[in-house]
């Protein structure tokens, strides 16, 4: 089992290397042939996590970061298109539609299955948003907008790591540059870009509101809050501000780049036996926070310790 974890391990981290650019050493990733530690362990919510559980956890295998996952409603007009481990959202409104994260460049083609499935057009998607530059959110997005036509938004701190993502050799599209606090308004449906840097320079968290049964819901589309290996001054002072920004955020729906963050597949498999909508979930709203910070702040002792502090 180990050595079928590390062989997984060897080909994401491959990947890794090869399309996240700059400041790879403070993403995702750390090297093509070292994973992250299996050290410090913290349990968090009954469960015990170590930095490279949690990256076998968000990314899976290479199988499951590109097949499909069953396309569904999540509530009001925002739907799944993404794929087991990399979640894409389509926002549906009646001018046009929003795409949340392109993912690989691979999977624009199981997005666009997942759009019609659903009964939309691929060609009505005109926003394309993200929540970090790294690869396996937005490596896509060149390709998304060129068979869409869709305008490109991003957080300023994240642009020099997108344009220097270049799949195929493709120019990486910016349309416009958006800024903390700034809002993203379509077909009457309004997001709000969050800015929960740590993971990435510009991280991304985006909120909304969503209405069903007459009642209105606030979404919360999180940015990974997953910290490196090696915590600079300048990656502590930015969780320093995530943290306590993303709890502060109202929320009755959390989602997440990667659906093991709002446990997607229980939550799918409840919605399938006619459940309550079962991603209305506040008290899960401070899951994912609590098992990163938990696991930022033993990094940090540990780091520290280390360092002789």
Not at 182 to 189: Q, R, S, W
Request: glycine letters at 8%; charged letters at 20%; aromatic letters at 6%.
């Amino acid at each position: 089992m180990k050595d079928k974890i590390g062989r997984v391990m060897l080909v994401v981290f491959i990947n890794a290397a090869a399309v996240l650019g700059p400041r790879v050493s403070l993403g995702w990733a750390q090297t093509a042939s070292q994973p992250p530690a299996d050290h410090p362990q913290v349990t968090v919510h009954g469960r015990k996590f170590t930095p490279r559980s949690i990256l076998v956890r968000n990314m899976g295998t290479p199988e499951d970061q590109t097949a499909q996952f069953p396309p569904h409603k999540i509530i009001g007009n925002l739907y799944y298109v993404g794929t087991r481990t990399l979640s894409s959202f389509l926002i549906a409104t009646p001018q046009d539609n929003i795409l949340i994260n392109s993912t690989y460049e691979r999977n624009a083609q199981t997005i666009e299955k997942s759009v019609e499935q659903l009964g939309f057009k691929f060609t009505d998607i005109k926003i394309l948003l993200g929540t970090h530059a790294h690869g396996d959110h937005q490596e896509g997005d060149a390709l998304i907008k060129q068979l869409t036509g869709a305008q490109t938004m991003a957080m300023a701190e994240d642009v020099p790591a997108l344009q220097a993502m270049k799949p195929g050799g493709k120019e990486h599209p910016i349309d416009k540059t958006l800024h903390d606090g700034e809002t993203v308004t379509l077909g009457g449906t309004t997001l709000t870009a969050h800015l929960t840097p740590g993971h990435t320079r510009g991280c991304t968290t985006w909120t909304m509101k969503a209405q069903e049964r007459g009642k209105n819901y606030n979404v919360v589309i999180g940015c990974s809050l997953r910290p490196p290996s090696t915590l600079t001054p300048e990656v502590v002072a930015e969780f320093s501000h995530s943290f306590p920004l993303v709890r502060s955020l109202a929320c009755d729906v959390p989602l997440g780049d990667h659906p093991a963050q709002y446990n997607l597949e229980e939550k799918y498999a409840k919605l399938q036996e006619g459940a309550r909508n079962p991603f209305i979930d506040p008290d899960g709203c401070t899951y994912e926070v609590d098992i990163e910070e938990t696991m930022f702040h033993a990094l940090l002792d540990e780091q520290q310790k280390a360092g002789g502090h």
